[in-house]
């Protein structure tokens, strides 16, 4: 059973940063990433990453956010500097695994303000 664990989220003021991880168990997988999903928004992509190390990035984040990934651990990581306003959602880790299926997590809230 694939079980998924999201932490980092939280208050953080425009220009700072914060580090989103998401822990899985159950399963190989071949690509982790980060959606969001912004209040009367649709969920968007924000970054990707597989299991060989080649990342995808929405075009607003690039260059401020980094994802990374232990596949060891098997987790998943977001990095994210020089946050603004327009970041604040709820955002969401999206496994695939090996079968193609997809998880996803419960979701963390980043909140940028001042």
């Known amino acids: 059973q694939v079980q998924l664990v999201e932490s980092g989220g939280g208050l953080v003021q425009p220009g700072g940063s914060l580090r989103l991880s998401c822990a899985a168990s159950?399963?190989?997988?071949?690509?982790m990433g980060w959606y969001r999903q912004a209040p009367g928004k649709e969920r968007e992509l924000v970054a990707t990453i597989m299991r060989s190390g080649y990342t995808n990035y929405a075009d607003s984040v690039k260059g401020r956010f980094t994802i990374s990934r232990d596949n060891t651990e098997n987790t998943v990581y977001l990095q994210m500097n020089s946050l603004r306003p327009e970041d604040t959602a709820v955002y969401y880790c999206n496994l695939q695994n090996t079968d193609y299926r997809n998880y996803w997590g419960k979701g963390t809230q980043v909140t940028v303000s001042s």
């Open positions: 159950g399963s190989i997988f071949r690509i």
